[in-house]
């Protein structure tokens, strides 16, 4: 099956600052989400972009779909911003399956 | 509103009992699934189901089964032939395939664990 890779596994930032996350993936995808699990648990849809780029407010996300990546981009972080960031990726000819990553751990001090 | 609704959030099971954990949606999507995620790990897929009366195995179905007699319910039974239970449940729904796909959107999740 597809193979998805996040890094860094692990991030610890001052508030303020910005981060990128990179998704890479094995195969063509027609289905790229990015996802924010906030610390009860609750997964939160960031980003729906197989390919291109697009924005929503302090985040972005681009997916370069040629050469099988995604990244995310946070600017001006804030503590909220904390929690795990998940890419999730369905295969062209598949059946809508998304196959998650182990996740991008975002530590934001005040 | 329309959303996802897992019950209940907390659930804790005897060794050898059979669990069911419930997931209505209101958003008349199709599709339907349940995700397990273990402690520090991304999501793993159980089962999906892309229509009513049908439903297909995922990465993990060993010792789950499911249902979907209505479009709105999709429920999860964890059987006491799963052997490691304890997790976070999650459920999720989505419309359209092919090039009307639309996102997953997720509920809120149970946690299970074993007395």
């Not at chain 1, 099956?1 to 027609?30: H, K």
């Not at chain 1, 990244?71 to 369905?90: H, M, R």
């Not at chain 2, 709105?72 to 032939?81: D, G, I, K, R």
Request: net charge neutral; proline share 5%.
């Amino acid at each position: 099956g597809i193979q998805v890779e996040q890094s860094p596994p692990d991030l610890i930032l001052q508030e303020g600052a910005n981060s990128t996350l990179r998704c890479n993936f094995s195969d063509s995808v027609n289905n790229l989400q990015w996802f924010h699990q906030n610390p009860w648990g609750q997964l939160i849809n960031l980003f729906y972009i197989p390919s291109g780029t697009k924005q929503n407010g302090r985040l972005s996300a681009t997916t370069v779909a040629t050469e099988r990546y995604s990244l995310l981009y946070i600017s001006s972080s804030q503590t909220t911003d904390s929690g795990v960031y998940f890419c999730a990726v369905a295969p062209n000819f598949g059946n809508e399956k998304l196959t998650f990553g182990t996740g991008t751990r975002l530590t934001i001090i005040p | 509103d329309g959303g996802i609704t897992q019950s209940p959030k907390y659930l804790f099971r005897k060794e050898g009992q059979n669990v069911t954990l419930s997931c209505e949606q209101n958003l008349n999507h199709d599709a339907m699934y349940w995700y397990r995620q273990d402690p520090g790990q991304g999501l793993r897929l159980i089962y999906y189901s892309q229509i009513v009366n049908d439903f297909q195995k995922g990465d993990i179905a060993e010792g789950y089964s499911v249902s979907r007699e209505k479009k709105e319910s999709f429920p999860l039974t964890v059987t006491s032939a799963q052997k490691n239970p304890t997790a976070f449940y999650l459920c999720a729904s989505m419309a359209g395939t092919g090039a009307r796909r639309q996102p997953q959107h997720f509920g809120d999740g149970t946690r299970l664990s074993i007395l």
